[in-house]
């Protein structure tokens, strides 16, 4: 596992907490501020439907990241993970990747699974150095700009 990023000492608590309605608005905020193309509402609410893993990265009450993740029969889904952009580079990533990943093998998954954009180099980094590896692609897979489509980097890990 990786390394818990050093709290000052005066940082407040960090935790994790699954997502509920309450938050949503505060995930919404940030996922319009970390990507071109975010998720919705919906998209969230149907994650949350469906059972999805929906957990929340807390540093006090402040959001540090959050994560969803789908169990499929022996493996699991990474379906987002995003950090919020101030707190960004801090080592934010790798925590919510520990945790997904305990609580992927405490389910009995075998593999987690995650589809990466082809542009999104730093996101690729990060994967490749929690172990993940690069295993094909899908092509036209994400919404681009002026209605275009980028490729995904398909990548997994074995638990």
């Given amino acids: 596992m990786s390394a818990v990023p050093t709290p000052s000492a005066d940082a407040p608590e960090v935790r994790l907490e699954t997502l509920t309605l309450a938050q949503l608005d505060a995930v919404l905020e940030v996922e319009q501020r970390a990507y071109t193309h975010p998720w919705t509402r919906g998209n ?88 993940f590896r690069r295993v094909g692609e899908r092509k036209r897979y994400y919404p681009a700009h002026h209605g275009q489509r980028e490729d995904a980097m398909v990548m997994s890990l074995p638990l």
């Fill in 44 to 131: 969230f609410i149907d994650a949350m439907a469906s059972r999805y893993e929906c957990r929340l990265l807390m540093g006090g009450d402040r959001l540090l990241g959050y994560f969803v993740a789908m169990m499929g029969v022996d493996e699991v889904h990474l379906l987002n993970l995003t950090v919020t952009p101030e707190f960004q580079r801090q080592g934010w990533a790798r925590v919510l990747l520990d945790a997904l990943a305990l609580w992927s093998r405490g389910k009995g998954a075998q593999w987690l699974w995650l589809e990466v954009r082809m542009s999104n180099l730093r996101a690729q980094h990060i994967y490749e150095t929690h172990g």
